[in-house]
């Protein structure tokens, strides 16, 4: 059983993953700080308080519901999957390698 683990741990493609992971992980970081200390204060500047009053809506009380917030998140989600597609799933592709379960 051992063995099986140790074939299936060093598979090229279980190691690619792995790798992918660690780098997806660390460039998300990398956008989270663009979008914290570049775009936030900028859009920010553009409204009174921060990004967080940009597109607020009152709830009741103290509660908001912060949709620059969530623009923000998006915008770190868009440049992620960007990244991941035009750095590693476009150089797969033409290196012949199916990223797809349609073939």
Same mark, same amino acid.
């Given at each position: 059983?051992?063995?099986?683990?140790?074939?299936?741990?060093?598979?090229?493609?279980?190691?690619?993953?792995?790798?992918?992971?660690a780098i997806g992980l660390a460039f998300v970081k990398v956008t989270e700080? &663009?979008?914290?200390? *570049?775009?936030?204060?900028? #859009?920010?500047?553009?409204?009174?308080?921060? /990004?967080?009053? +940009?597109?607020?809506?009152?709830?009741?009380?103290?509660?908001?519901?912060? &949709?620059?917030?969530? *623009?923000?998140?998006?915008? #770190?989600?868009?440049?992620?999957?960007?990244? /991941?597609?035009? +750095?590693?799933?476009?150089?797969?592709?033409?290196?012949?390698?199916?990223?797809?379960?349609?073939?």
């Amino acid at each position: 059983m051992l063995k099986e683990f140790k074939d299936f741990m060093t598979r090229g493609n279980v190691l690619a993953l792995a790798i992918a992971i660690a780098i997806g992980l660390a460039f998300v970081k990398v956008t989270e700080a &663009l979008s914290k200390f *570049l775009i936030d204060p900028i #859009v920010g500047s553009l409204s009174s308080g921060g /990004i967080d009053n +940009v597109l607020r809506i009152h709830l009741r009380g103290a509660n908001y519901i912060q &949709l620059g917030s969530i *623009l923000s998140a998006a915008f #770190v989600f868009i440049v992620t999957c960007a990244v /991941i597609f035009f +750095v590693i799933v476009k150089p797969l592709m033409k290196m012949g390698y199916s990223v797809s379960d349609k073939e």
